[in-house]
């Protein structure tokens, strides 16, 4: 891993995540903590730099979420964005009130192009503003280097002591030149290299994984989907033969990804991987039988799964090893770090208390999805294979709303293979980050050849991404739409309404439950 870090402390802001992709696509390897990490801990990490996200609260108020007024004093560089630059204002002797107008959105800021800073930015440069409160007055031995109209001080330096700060939000896109200043002062500021690049990241972890695992028994829990072929193919050329690859069909993948994940994986595949393939849908099928609730289905799903992967471990005998593809989002997602807990992805949050295993490896748990892509693509893995639309652990557990049957999953296998078909006929796959069908657990009245039907609606659902942390439904043309529905409640026995969902997330998330 590489040593030169910067850190991103949260502050509860929408935009925490992004800060630290921004920071990555400069070369410079970041990572999230909550505000409240102390400051040994800060310290014991070494970060080059530091950046105080945004976040909703006032600065000034006693609950609102600060930090140590010392982490100023680490003679580590400190970059407030927003809530971020009130908080540092705030702590150190400056006024931050109630704006008496309030910015939001695109506005031109007119910067000092001195300021290390914004070195190389235009004088009026177009940036991103969210907020209600302001910066009256810096702290005493600060310097104003950005106002607009209504704002006093949009951004402020105190260069002597490596503290800089900004009203906006250099991390989104609308500011024209953020990627620069945030460059600037990873850069500039606080002296990085930029030594956090893909090849590197592949190469050091693999020589990790060999140096911690010796010669013990590695298993690793393979999907077919993205991320665990990636942490497969990344274990097996760390650990060749000592890497046994098992890929559980839980009965919850879709129409014939059983046979498509050992075409590519198992004996006949390009892969040297020892590959055992455990066919356990009815022994899910059960454990799911009368579940309704979301997050117990996921966790029946998650725990099952680990029991299974503990008695083929079993079978080989002294495996000392699991390994997860888990990212870094299922981390954030699952409530691990400080955002509230959304979902239990099962490969993380999910997990049983206990584990019968020594340990267990996540090589890709830093990485985004667009990373872990990229660390395929330098492994060699075949680009139709890394750049597969994201499938969950739980499977269609989660895209089946209610109980789980052997017939619902059927019924969303049948629908989604239709789907999936008439999209790539379209021509459309490349252009949606995720697309899938979902049963939903509405039953309503039709009428099919002059009879009365009483059968369930299908869910379409299709979003473009780029993080999986906030998506946009995509506008399918209407006639794709059209003979999907057509061909689903004509080819799909039980079904006899198709509907599409507009949700963007938030506030949905992608998958249904
Ligand atoms: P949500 O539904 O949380 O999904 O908006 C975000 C992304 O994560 C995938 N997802 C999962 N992946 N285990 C996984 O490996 C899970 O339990 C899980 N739940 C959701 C989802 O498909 C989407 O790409």
């Known amino acids: 891993m590489s040593q030169e870090k910067v850190i991103v402390l949260d502050f509860g802001g929408q935009y925490n995540q992004l800060i630290a992709r921004r920071v990555r696509e400069c070369n410079v390897y970041c990572e999230v903590h909550p505000h409240y990490i102390s400051l040994d801990e800060i310290k014991k990490m070494s970060p080059k730099g530091i950046i105080f996200t945004g976040g909703p609260n006032s600065a000034y108020l006693e609950d609102s979420p600060s930090c140590s007024r010392q982490i100023f004093e680490l003679g580590i560089p400190v970059l407030g964005i927003c809530y971020g630059s009130q908080l540092m204002a705030h702590l150190l002797g400056g006024a931050v009130k109630t704006a008496p107008t309030s910015e939001y959105g695109k506005t031109e800021v007119n910067i000092d192009a001195t300021s290390m800073l914004f070195d190389g930015v235009q004088a009026n440069t177009i940036c991103w503003m969210s907020h209600t409160d302001y910066i009256e007055t810096p702290p005493d031995d600060f310097r104003i280097i950005g106002h607009t109209t209504v704002c006093p001080v949009a951004a402020m330096e105190c260069p002597e002591r490596g503290l800089y700060a900004t009203q906006f939000h250099p991390e989104v896109m609308h500011t024209v030149e953020g990627q620069k200043m945030l460059s600037n002062f990873v850069y500039k500021i606080c002296g990085c290299n930029g030594d956090w690049k893909m090849d590197s990241f592949v190469e050091k972890t693999i020589a990790q994984i060999r140096q911690k695992v010796g010669d013990g028994k590695v298993l690793c829990a393979l999907s077919g989907g993205v991320d665990s072929s990636v942490a497969a193919v990344m274990l097996a050329r760390a650990v060749g033969k000592q890497l046994t690859c098992v890929f559980v069909d839980h009965g919850l993948l879709r129409k014939n990804e059983g046979s498509e994940v050992e075409e590519v994986f198992g004996p006949n595949g390009p892969y040297d991987l020892n590959f055992i393939h455990v066919n356990a849908q009815d022994r899910f099928y059960n454990k799911l039988k009368g579940i309704e609730e979301p997050e117990q289905k996921r966790k029946i799903i998650g725990e099952e799964f680990i029991r299974v992967f503990e008695e083929e471990a079993k079978k080989i005998g002294a495996v000392d090893y699991l390994v997860q593809g888990t990212i870094y989002p299922d981390v954030i997602e699952s409530g691990l770090g400080k955002s509230a807990t959304i979902k239990s992805h099962h490969n993380v949050g999910g997990l049983p208390d206990y584990v019968d295993f020594k340990e267990i490896i996540e090589p890709l748990r830093l990485l985004f999805k667009d990373e872990v892509r990229q660390a395929g693509r330098e492994l060699g893995i075949p680009e139709h294979l890394v750049s597969r639309q994201p499938f969950p652990g739980p499977g269609l557990g989660i895209r089946i709303i209610g109980e789980v049957t052997a ?100 506030p949905g998330t992608i998958e249904f439950e």
């Open 407 to 506: 017939e619902k999953v059927k019924i969303v296998q049948d629908a989604d293979a239709i789907y999936r078909e008439e999209i790539a006929k379209a021509g459309l796959s490349g252009t949606i980050s995720q697309y899938f069908a979902a049963l939903t657990n509405m039953r309503s009245v039709g009428v099919m050849g002059d009879l009365r039907t009483y059968d369930y609606a299908v869910a379409l659902r299709a979003v473009t991404t780029t993080d999986f942390m906030t998506a946009e439904c995509v506008e399918i043309p209407f006639e794709v739409l059209q003979r999907v529905m057509n061909r689903v409640v004509n080819e799909v026995k039980g079904v006899n309404r198709v509907v599409y969902d507009l949700t963007s997330k938030p």
